[in-house]
């Protein structure tokens, strides 16, 4: 299985300013995906990178907010733009195969203050 | 993507077989079912996945009746460190290149 580096790990913010995630793997996967995970609570998935061209977003996620960039197949970043308190959460980073299945980042904590 | 439910806590002592079902009446013909673990400040970890029947390994079993509107995942003779938030999915899965959409998940609870 993949392994995944994520950086940083925790992170405090001023509101207003934006925070880039990046989510690097150690080998070539096919898929990638950013979920995001507040305390006590199960994640909700963000988007699915996609290699080459813009990510897929799920409801509720738009890219002006959180814009993603996978330029290649080991590499994908989230930013988390404009911040707000509201967006203090663990966000995670998620990559794999269709035969090796996925594994998950140990997330990143960010705080918005 | 079908929508599944599973209790919010389950309680266990150690060494104690414990098992937990999934319920998900709207399973797809394609979809197939995977449980993942996680413990706090960390990632989620894949445990198992099963398409129908039974499926064993090194960690659980994973029960799946011929209808497949439910599941069961056992764990044999837990551990402390088994305490966790145990979540169910159903979908296309890892294995075939589909996304991954997590439900509320059962926190596990395993005392001494």
């Known amino acids: 299985s993949a392994v995944i580096s994520q950086k940083p790990s925790r992170d405090i913010c001023q509101r207003g300013t934006s925070l880039t995630i990046q989510c690097q793997v150690d080998?070539?996967?096919?898929?990638m995906f950013w979920y995001r995970q507040q305390p006590g609570q199960s994640l909700t998935l963000i988007a699915t990178?996609?290699?080459?061209?813009?990510?897929?977003?799920e409801s509720g996620f738009v890219i002006d907010k959180f814009p993603i960039s996978r330029p290649n197949l080991t590499f994908s970043t989230l930013t988390v733009s404009n911040m707000s308190p509201e967006d203090s959460s663990i966000y995670l980073c998620?990559?794999?195969?269709?035969?090796?299945?996925?594994?998950f980042g140990s997330g990143t904590r960010l705080t918005v203050v | 993507l079908a929508k599944t439910t599973q209790p919010i806590s389950m309680d266990s002592y150690e060494g104690q077989e414990v098992n937990i079902t999934c319920s998900h009446n709207n399973i797809a013909t394609n979809d197939y079912i995977t449980w993942y673990q996680q413990f706090p400040s960390q990632g989620p970890r894949f445990i198992i996945q099963?398409?129908?029947t039974k499926v064993t390994n090194e960690v659980a079993s994973l029960f799946i009746p011929a209808d497949r509107k439910s599941s069961t995942l056992s764990l044999p003779r837990v551990s402390l460190s088994d305490t966790a938030v145990y979540y169910c999915?159903?979908?296309?899965?890892?294995?075939?290149?589909?996304?991954?959409?997590f439900g509320q998940g059962t926190e596990l609870s395993v005392k001494p």
């Open positions: 990178a996609n290699q080459g061209s813009e990510a897929t977003y």
């Open positions: 998620s990559a794999g195969t269709e035969q090796g299945g996925y594994t």
């Open positions: 999915l159903v979908g296309l899965g890892g294995n075939q290149g589909g996304k991954l959409i």
């Open positions: 080998s070539q996967v096919t898929m």
């Open positions: 099963g398409y129908k």
